[in-house]
């Protein structure tokens, strides 16, 4: 049975993140219709309704910013009757413009941590594996550099990676992205067009990966919304300072999530050069631009 890479991407607007992480969680089809389902049942026993009810949807930075983790723990845990009325009232003062109640912030704040944790346990009891490259938001291509039409080494590490975790299961797999800005998705594609057929891994590769990557909207697909929680983790809370990665973490996410980044992220063998090494599904790069050593 086919997977499907579900990918997303944080800190390509280089304001406020440490990394630039491009990533994703893949799921087999066979339990897409289920991870869906639970997810909207998640979505319900968290918050009492469906986000997108309120012009909102899944993101990490809305269930993950700092002040959700301040307001779940101004006061004592709600009961769920309590904590879903509460968030309710607090998702409809946003409607009409008025500030919630002390109690409506904490419920509020609640529902997204139990949102949070929820999405990572529904994601390893349906058998998901994530993936991800990351490289320093600060880092700038050359100014000769002549290679803007060709895949970035972080994003060829990526596409790797799920090779060979797709080659261990003998199947194919498709990547679906999440709709960003039509020009820079138009790029990537043709970034991916170029990997695919003008290079010798590429092609190779296409044995198991599709090359033609699916667009669908974040706000209409919940692995996408799964995804994006699963990279903002990545970019905020978790670390590989054996390889550079050391930028400070928000400890409130690499303690709460951490250990399941972790025990989602791929393991297995990668093979370069006639050499097999062990590899991970999340992967940092120093420096893009750098030719592979």
């Given amino acids: ?36 389902q639970a997810m909207q049942d998640l979505e319900q026993h968290a918050f009492g309704d469906s986000l997108y009810r309120y012009g909102s949807e899944i993101k990490g930075w809305k269930l993950l910013d700092k002040d959700r983790f301040k307001w779940a723990q101004q006061d004592d845990e709600l009961e769920d009757v309590a904590r879903r009325k509460y ?20 419920a509020f704040g609640q529902a997204c941590l139990i949102m949070a944790r929820g999405i990572f346990r529904l994601l390893r009891s349906h058998g998901a594996v994530l993936f991800a490259a990351a490289v320093p938001c ?5 100014r000769d550099y002549r290679a803007e039409e060709y ?12 090779f060979y975790f797709l080659e261990r299961e003998d199947t194919t797999g498709l990547l679906v992205m999440d709709e960003t800005e039509k020009a820079e998705d138009r790029r990537f594609v043709r970034q991916m067009e170029r990997y695919f057929t003008r290079t010798q891994p590429g092609r190779y590769r296409t044995s198991r990966i599709v090359p033609t990557p699916f ?12 995804a994006d929680v699963c990279i903002y983790c990545i970019n905020l809370g978790f670390r590989l300072p054996s390889r550079g990665m050391d930028a400070p973490v928000r400890e409130e996410i690499s303690l709460e999530v951490g250990a399941w980044l972790n025990e989602l992220q791929y393991q297995g063998e990668g093979y370069r050069g006639g050499q097999v090494f062990t590899t991970y599904g999340i992967v940092y790069v120093s420096d893009p631009y750098e030719a592979r050593q």
Avoid: I
Wanted: hydrophobic share 40%.
């Fill in 151 to 162: 895949l970035r080494k972080d994003h060829v590490f990526l596409l790797e990676r799920y």
């Fill in 215 to 226: 667009f669908v909207s974040s706000d209409m697909t919940f692995p996408v919304q799964a």
């Fill in 1 to 36: 049975m086919s997977y499907l890479l579900f990918l997303d991407e944080s800190g390509h607007d280089h304001r406020t993140m440490p990394y630039e992480v491009r990533g994703g969680v893949a799921l087999e089809a066979a339990a897409l219709w289920d991870f869906v």
């Fill in 87 to 106: 968030a309710l009232a607090f998702l409809n003062r946003g409607r009409t413009k008025e500030k919630p109640r002390r109690h409506e912030f904490t």
């Fill in 138 to 142: 600060r880092v700038k291509p050359p």
